[in-house]
């Protein structure tokens, strides 16, 4: 279990024919520059994915032109001046050491061993069951008895589909088919989590204390072998902006409350990327981001081979921190304590990829309610409403534990095929407002708003952009809204393309129906989201959040839907952070690098009983004048820019 404040990663991969790789290397400068950010935490390579070790190995290949233990160097440095050290491997990649043993390679199941196309890192992947997994073992075990290292970085443990001569006869032995290559996933899936396992237990009996992060698989399947967690999250670089809000809302609920969450952005574009430094701003919205859902901020780069310094790298990260450090006295152990939990148990995979689950974030994020995504693997009393977008199906756990939560009084929210079997063949839980037909008739499918979940929607047909279920209503439950049919789907009818499809009449079939305090929608309105941001299924949203937590812990009436505040506890203190930044799309780029402007901004804490003693903005202690009323002290803030962190004191 491992804390840190404030971290860097540094990729250091370098082709094995640069000449001159050290030569400009000041370690001593470097540190100092580290330190001088406020770092507390360092992952720097011992070995990268070309293969080259920075170290004095006798294992591995030195890169061949580095000429003194530069590892090595920065491992003294950082242990003289209190900056914690992770060593970086690559876990799966390695030129240098495939090209000595050809044996260690990934075959697929074409019979190849380079990946096209070959401009890639990936070109040649080792395998996790070749004598390549001892060696990538005895390499990490040398750099823990030979330098003054706190842990290991272990990269790109994804799966890929060996079917080399280790892992056929092993899969044939499990009942996995080598020629499926669902089933080489799935198994490689096995011997990724295997070797972790490995190297975890060889490198704990050395050094009980190593700090270990394996980057790739299931944060909650990898459990106490990671002495912290780590986001890798790039908003440039294909991530986008729809990965961190998700990750930071599930991981914290993995880590609990004495592992870091690292959030790792990074200084340029994209990896690899060695002329890119992007705006202040831009890093800036990323590391607030995570410091409001409590995590750490990380800043990634890649490190010039010959040691060139990049000044303006070192000026722009001390800068950014500097920003940081000051909210650290109400920012330090500060935790989220949200009431809504959005219920997704799916694979990492899934967490990291589902659109519905982003759009469910974004949505959440823009009403500014305060939430956790949640798995099985944490507790869920605390929440007060559960949300199942679009495509949660019920396991026996999910389902008991759904119950549970409704036996006590908890709402539940749920939309298209959430609330299923695993097999859709019905809704699980008794007492669901809706007995399941099948995936809905109509295509498009609208919905006529009415009744009282329809405030602030026109009142005319909407569109869902999206599929959803077909449904009738069960005993004793209310039905609200309707599906609407269009005059005829959008088909080819054999003489017509039949594109312009109106709705044409409202149907029996149920869009929205409550029972108790279970409220489902048949339309499919998260992946609706995703696809089209309609603001009305935002809206709609809301509406019923509303009708289930008329009280949520915060609440404004003049933020606009792009700003995002969050609440966190620290001691007698209530933080709200306040951000107001807005990505923009900038030709096939998505690019941030402006702080917003708001003005006279409104916010709304509920104060549970609290008596509230003052309320100032951090961190220069400006007052602001506050007044309480219904339970909520409710303040304006003359101006933000960018970031704001309201305190309120009890
Ligand atoms: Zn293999």
Known sequence: MAKFKYALFYDFHTLTTIPDVGERFDVEKFTDNVKACGVDFLTWHARCNQGNAYYNTKLGSRHPSLKFDLFGEIAKS?????IRLSAYMNGSLSDEEALHHRD??????????????????????????????????????????????????????????????????????MGFDPSKEEDALEFSHFSVNRLCRFLHDALKAVKPDVLLFFNGPSFEEMGDMHSHLECECLPTAGWGYEYLPVMAHYMR????????????????????????????????????????????????????????????????????YSNLHQYDSWCDDAVNRPEIAIVFPKSITAIRTDHALQAA????????????????????????????????????????RLKKHLAKGGAVIASAYSGLDPEDKQFVLKGWPVEYKGPTSHDPLYFQPEGPAAANLPDMPL???????????????????????????????????????????????????????????????????YKLAPYQMRVLLGNLIGRFLPD???????????????????????????????????????????RATLVNTELSLRTDGRKVKKVYLAPAREKLPFAVKDGYCTVTVPLIQGYALAVFEY
């Not at 202040?280 to 060139?308: K, Q, S, T, W």
């Not at 594109?499 to 309105?525: D, M, N």
Request: glycine residues 8%; hydrophobic residues 35%.
């Open 78 to 82: 950082c242990r003289r001046k209190g």
């Open 104 to 173: 260690w390679m990934m075959i697929f199941s074409d019979g190849r061993t380079l990946r096209e196309p070959r401009l890639t890192p990936y070109v040649r992947t080792l395998c996790y069951n070749s004598p390549y997994r001892e060696h990538l073992r005895d390499m990490a075990l040398e750099l823990i008895e030979k330098y003054p290292v706190d842990g290991l970085f272990f990269d790109c443990l994804q799966k890929f589909p060996c079917v080399c001569e280790h892992c056929a006869p092993e899969m044939k032995k």
């Open 253 to 320: 609920t993995v880590a609990g409350p004495d592992r870091s969450v690292l959030n790792m952005t990074g200084r340029f574009y994209d990896w690899g990327d060695f002329g890119g430094l992007r705006k202040e701003e831009g890093i800036e919205y990323d590391l607030f981001y995570g410091l409001a859902n409590g995590m750490r901020p990380d800043v990634g780069g890649h490190f010039h081979p010959r040691g060139d310094m990049d000044q303006p790298v070192f000026d722009r990260i001390r800068s950014l």
């Open 361 to 400: 974030t974004r949505m959440l994020t823009e009403l500014k309610l305060q939430f956790n995504i949640v798995t099985e693997c944490s507790d869920w009393s605390s929440y007060r409403l559960l949300i199942l977008p679009d495509n949660v199906r019920l396991s026996q756990e999910t389902a008991a």
């Open 463 to 529: 569109s869902i952009y999206a599929g959803g279920t077909e449904v009738k209503a069960a005993r004793g439950a209310k039905v609200e809204m309707y599906c609407v049919k269009p005059y005829v789907n959008w088909a080819w009818d054999g003489l017509r393309s039949n594109y312009y499809t109106p709705p044409q009449e409202k149907t029996t079939e149920p869009f929205l129906a409550v029972k108790g305090k279970i409220a489902y929608v048949s339309g499919e309105i998260f992946s609706s989201y």
């Open 552 to 594: 949520p812990k915060f609440k404004s009436a003049t933020l606009p839907s792009f700003a995002r505040a969050f609440v966190q506890e620290n001691k007698n203190r209530e933080l709200v952070h306040v951000l107001a930044y807005a990505p923009e799309r900038r030709g096939a780029a998505v690019a941030l690098e402006d």
